[in-house]
């Protein structure tokens, strides 16, 4: 037997794995062909993804524990990637996290779908809920470390309140991409946001 083959033996344990991203690929897609079809949150149930994809409702539970865990995954997997901070400044960090944030913008400005699932997930607590647990709060999360480290590396006051600023950051972004979605995202927003903010965050002297 070839080298190639040896490998391939050894290796077959492994490829249960690549088909069970393809199956959890699956039922994202399903959802949201159900979803551009027009089918509400209210009617979409496990049972109807399963019945649209083709697989029993035992597979998608055992990759969620229900509707509400799945749909925070599909809206997951509609969103651009979480970036990848370059680490060089506080400063730098904060444009690449609103740059993120405009881009989201973008795309749900040209969904209609994802237009039309945010306005109906705020309807249902329980996935507004689960979608701020599982999305939000991590991207906070990841806010609150770039401005602490800021402030330690004296980029910010020492005196700062972070969670105030946190919201000073992404505050006029939020306002643009979801209160006003005639407001236009220039490619520059996000550099005009974060300097602006940061002439008046800035310590004394610096």
Not at 16 to 28: D, L
Not at 69 to 86: G, K, T, Y
Not at 144 to 161: H, K, M, Q, S, W
Request: aromatic share 4%; no cysteine.
């Amino acid at each position: 037997m070839s080298l190639a083959g040896n490998q391939a033996r050894e290796e077959g344990p492994a490829r249960g794995r690549p088909r069970s991203e393809a199956v959890e690929r699956s039922i994202i897609e399903g959802v949201m062909t159900l979803l551009e079809e027009g089918v509400p949150l209210s009617e979409l149930s496990i049972e109807r993804v399963a019945r649209t994809v083709g697989v029993g409702k035992a597979t998608i539970y055992r990759r969620w524990a229900g509707k509400d865990e799945l749909f925070v995954d599909v809206l997951r997997a509609a969103e651009p990637p979480d970036p990848v901070l370059p680490g060089t400044s506080m400063r730098d960090d904060l444009v690449v996290l609103l740059e993120a944030v405009r881009r989201r913008g973008l795309v749900n400005r040209s969904s209609a779908i994802l237009h039309n699932v945010f306005a109906q997930m705020k309807s249902s607590p329980r996935i507004w809920d689960a979608y701020h647990a599982n999305v939000v709060h991590p991207r906070r999360r990841i806010l609150a470390g770039v401005l602490r480290r800021g402030r330690d590396n004296g980029e910010l006051r020492a005196d700062t309140d972070l969670d105030v600023v946190a919201d000073l950051v992404f505050g006029p972004m939020l306002v643009r991409t979801i209160m006003r979605p005639e407001a236009d995202l220039p490619e520059d927003l996000a550099e005009r946001i974060v300097d602006t903010l940061l002439e008046g965050l800035r310590p004394t002297g610096t």
